[in-house]
C-alpha cells in the first residue's frame, strides 16, 4: 500500500502537480534556474544548470503542533 502510495505521487511530481495532505501540508515540484557558483577556496567560478527539486510545506496544523 505505501509503494502505490509513493508511485502515485511521484507521478503526480513528474507531471508537475502538487500534492495536499489534509493536515499535514503540501509538497510541489518548483524549477530552480541556472546560477553561476564560486568555489571560496579556488575562486573558481563554475555554472550551475537548471533543476527540479521537491519543497515541502507544512500546513498550519503541523506548524502547531510543532510550536
Known amino acids: 500500500m505505501i ?3 509513493i508511485q502515485v505521487m511521484t507521478e ?6 502538487s500534492i495536499s495532505i489534509q ?3 503540501s509538497f510541489e515540484v518548483k524549477k530552480k534556474l541556472e546560477r553561476i ?3 571560496p577556496v579556488t575562486k573558481q ?3 550551475v544548470p537548471p533543476k527540479l527539486v ?5 500546513s498550519n496544523v503541523l506548524k502547531d503542533k510543532f510550536k
Open 3 to 5: 509503494g502505490r502510495l
Open 12 to 17: 503526480q511530481w513528474q507531471n508537475n502537480d
Open 23 to 25: 493536515n499535514f501540508g
Open 37 to 39: 557558483s564560486v568555489n
Open 45 to 47: 567560478r563554475m555554472l
Open 54 to 58: 521537491l519543497t515541502f510545506r507544512p
